[in-house]
């Protein structure tokens, strides 16, 4: 399972370090140590909270404002639904939530898994995957 340090994850919710580590330290998000002292974040809890955080409007001092480049939005994947040939991808992008229809094949290329970094990229009607 991939783990975050505070300065990636603060990246992935779309705010500063200090409000990521704020947020560790209040307890909201669990956190553990490496063998050098840093600490993280497991991609599962991450992505949980990622979805927490959307949907909690109580916090909104504590939100940047999240703006995309070239249409990509980096972020977590919060969901991973196969069927036998499409699949669905969510992604959380600070406060965004993405969702890209598929196929299967591609999902298991890419090794898309809940808690993994990856970059949705909007075209027209289309959102694809890239794999960070």
Known sequence: ?????????????????DTARRWADAGRVATRRDENGRRLIDGK??????????????DEADTAPYTSAR?????IVTAVKLGD?????????GPHRLVSLLTR???EELGLEV???????????NVHIDRT
Do not use: C, H, W
Request: no cysteine.
């Open 45 to 58: 809890d991450l992505a949980a909270f990622s979805v927490e955080l959307a949907s909690d409007t109580s």
């Open 85 to 93: 040939v499409a699949a669905q991808v969510e992604i959380q992008a």
């Open 115 to 125: 808690g993994m970094e990856a970059t949705a990229r909007v075209k027209s009607t």
């Open 1 to 17: 399972m991939q783990s975050y340090t505070i300065g990636q994850a603060a990246r992935l919710l779309g705010v500063s370090p």
């Open 105 to 107: 094949e591609a999902v």
């Open 71 to 75: 249409n990509a939005f980096p972020g």
